[in-house]
């Protein structure tokens, strides 16, 4: 079995049963089935608390990265934080006031926005857009002039660096669609006054995510501000800068900066500034606060290798197949079977619908079950109906309350809005 060293310490074993806070996964598990995630309100919780306390000397706007996890409770959780969010959607936007997040922490960035989009995040009074090209900042301009309103812009610049993570999770290089080249970034500075209709004072970067050392934010974050230093120098005001989300979690062997480490290095570099920061973490807040369970169904042997088939897919979890991701599997009841090595795998029809490769695992009962560990980030929100399977269900637990806050999709779900016309009937 693989020795449960994971600094999750809201996920712990206790009596041999794996307990979210106060409540056996078991006990969640017979009620809801699988698969489920269950996450920790306590983590979230403490992962925030760790941004806010280290950086309070600024008192940052901390905008939660929606797209880690969207799910209303965690949403809700953050909100009574005083978290803001980053949204990247009309979607997001409808969560984030469905939650009655104070807008005024609200940032919105995305390469493609659409008029319906800009509309909606203009009258629900957004803090600010980030804007991603010349194009569309002429067509929120357009928007809100007719919307007669004048609306805040950061422009989210492309420091072109290249940030050691996963390609697919690398935002910060002109090879990217992300972000303005600085050069047209600084002629839309200068030219700031043609837009009637938005204030262009601020300026964001996003570099990419799962970064786990603080040298590349360090480089673009230099490069943004010597950016600011020269605009100032023409008379530009800047009012935002947004260093954005990126920081690395554990999910391994990885031993990331801690939020302490990296304000100890970036707080220097803001000194005398009078602009307000924003940071846009989502992974480093939701990520280990959150676990993803599954029931193995049984194992197979080919003659060449061993394959545990578990309930579970890449339609559930996508992170193993798209990204090569690593998450630490454990039994959810203390094992003493066999370890044996193993591909763990799901039931959809793909080669990439794997969870682990040649894995060290606990040989547990077939209808037992297991718990990939770090699957609060990326996980939900990346599921899809593959193979038409049902999303699974979401559950949050508080000390020893615990509530499904997200029901398990059933075929009906699947098919509502699906139809066959009369002329092939
Ligand atoms: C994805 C994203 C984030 C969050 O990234 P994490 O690695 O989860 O912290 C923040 N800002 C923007 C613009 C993003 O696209």
Redesign the pocket.
């Known amino acids: 079995m693989s020795t449960y060293r994971h600094p999750i310490h809201d996920f712990q074993y206790k009596a041999g049963e794996l307990c979210c806070e106060g409540v056996k996964v078991s006990s969640i598990v017979k009620k809801v089935g699988t698969p489920v995630y269950i996450y920790s309100h306590k983590t979230l919780v403490e992962h925030f608390q760790k941004i806010r306390e280290a950086f309070k000397s600024v008192s940052p706007i901390i905008c939660f ?1 929606m ?2 996890n969207s799910n209303l409770a965690v949403l809700k959780t953050l909100v009574h934080e005083g978290a803001g969010f ?1 949204i ?1 959607s009309g979607g997001e936007l409808k969560k984030a006031l469905l939650v009655k997040a104070d807008m005024k922490k609200v940032a919105y ?1 995305s390469v493609g926005k659409t008029d319906e989009e800009i509309m909606a995040a203009i009258r629900a009074e957004i803090l600010i857009f980030n804007v991603e090209s010349k194009p569309e900042l002429k067509n929120i301009e357009r928007i809100a002039a007719k919307m007669k309103r004048t609306v805040q812009v950061a422009l989210r610049i492309n420091p072109d660096v290249q940030a050691p993570t996963h390609d697919k999770i690398s935002t910060g290089s002109l090879k990217k669609k992300f972000g303005i080249d600085l050069k047209t970034a600084r002629g839309i500075f200068l030219d700031r006054r043609s837009y009637n209709h938005l204030r262009i004072n601020g300026v964001h970067i ?1 570099i990419g ?2 970064i786990t050392e603080s040298a590349p934010f360090l480089v673009a974050i230099k490069k943004a501000l010597a950016f600011v230093d020269a605009l100032e120098r023409d008379g530009v005001k800047i009012e935002y800068f947004d260093i ?4 690395g979690i554990v999910y391994k062997d990885e031993a990331p900066q801690t939020a302490e480490a990296y304000a100890r290095k970036v707080l220097p570099l803001l000194k005398g500034r009078k602009f307000r920061l924003i940071m ?5 807040i939701a990520g280990n606060a959150g676990v993803f369970v599954t029931k193995k169904l049984y194992t197979k042997d080919n003659g060449v290798k061993k394959f545990m088939i578990v309930d579970a897919g890449m339609n559930d979890l996508v992170r193993p197949s798209m990204y090569g991701a690593y998450h630490e599997i454990v039994p959810v009841k203390k094992s003493k079977a066999k370890v044996i090595v193993c591909d763990v795998v799901g039931p959809i029809c793909e080669s990439a619908d794997v969870f682990a490769h040649d894995r060290k695992v606990a040989d547990v009962k077939d209808g037992e079950f297991l718990v990939l560990l770090s699957a609060g ?1 990326y996980g939900y929100v990346m599921a899809s109906n593959y193979n038409v399977r049902g999303r699974s269900a979401e559950v949050i637990v508080k000390g020893d309350q615990w509530a499904v806050v997200q029901q398990r999709e059933t075929f009906k779900d699947l098919i509502a809005g699906a139809s066959i016309p009369e002329f092939l009937k």
């Open positions: 990265a797209k880690a980053d990247v960035a996003h995510s799962q954005g989300g990126g920081m846009e973490p989502g992974r480093f980030a």
